[in-house]
């Protein structure tokens, strides 16, 4: 549980923007038109425009610095014995990611995409604090992990309305689901200097890896909709579906 509630930190992290400045679409972005049938290819065009800047991060299109996209402390099983906090999260290489799949239906305002990140690495510092079994836990750390082929699937419902008399978007997920290839974590100092008892410690753990993933699949779900919720309807709410989409 430890080393993914890392990966749902990363998933909530969501950019605010004041809603009173005016946004413009960046020179390099060309709008699609919605009425292309291979409208997947011009997105997937204005994507790699974007990657040069993803590492800084785009404000006009709500896109924080994503090399390290370096997230707010979190906490885990606050209501059970014992309590996993995470602060000084950073995460890597998450502007390093593939579309795999992108089909948008404006005239029904749905969109299914699917996006992978092939690696990412989550580096931080954790605090483990309660009773487990017989042994009682105040122990802080450096946490390390690596993450493969993390991969978002996601169906996306739109209801249009309209603002200074131009249609808008709200989005609301209809299916999501998330799978990881592979993933390994190192909790240091977990035993102060008892190496023995950490590294067996720490082997256990990965090697019940996947029991972890399946038990947090709700929770890793729900937080990938509030991160891409709130960049997308970021972006819909400021700019408006011919802005976005231009059509014949």
């Not at 080393?3 to 605010?16: M, T």
């Not at 249009?160 to 209809?174: Q, R």
């Not at 035993?191 to 038990?215: M, P, Q, R, S, Y």
């Not at 779900?221 to 802005?243: A, H, P, T």
Request: aromatic content about 10%; hydrophobic content about 35%.
């Amino acid at each position: 549980m430890w080393n993914y509630a890392v990966i749902s930190a990363f998933l909530l992290h969501v950019v605010c923007c004041s809603d009173n400045q005016t946004y413009t679409l960046p020179s390099y972005i060309k709008p699609c038109n919605r009425s292309d049938p291979n409208i997947h290819k011009c997105v997937e065009v204005n994507i790699d425009a974007l990657r040069p800047n993803l590492k800084e991060g785009i404000p006009s299109l709500f896109i924080p610095a994503l090399d390290p996209l370096i997230i707010p402390p979190t906490c885990v099983n606050e209501e059970d014995q014992v309590k996993v906090t995470f602060k000084d999260i950073h995460i890597y290489h998450v502007n390093d990611f593939t579309l795999d799949q992108f089909d948008i239906d404006l005239e029904n305002h749905e969109v299914n995409l699917t996006i992978n990140f092939p690696l990412l690495r989550i580096k931080s510092t954790y605090n483990v604090n309660g009773k487990f079994l017989v042994v009682t836990f105040d122990k802080s750390g450096p946490a390390d992990g690596n993450y493969t082929n993390f991969r978002i699937y996601l169906g996306l419902k739109g209801t249009p309305y309209l603002e200074n008399d131009k249609e808008h978007l709200k989005w609301e997920k209809e299916t999501i689901n998330t799978t990881v290839g592979e993933s390994h974590v190192i909790l240091e100092k977990l035993f102060g200097n008892h190496t023995d008892i950490a590294d067996k410690t720490n082997k256990v753990l990965n090697e019940n890896i996947e029991t972890i993933i399946n038990d947090l699949q709700p929770v890793i779900q729900r937080v990938v909709s509030d991160f891409i919720f709130g960049i997308v309807n970021k972006l819909f709410s400021n700019y408006s579906v011919k802005e976005l989409f231009v059509s014949d």
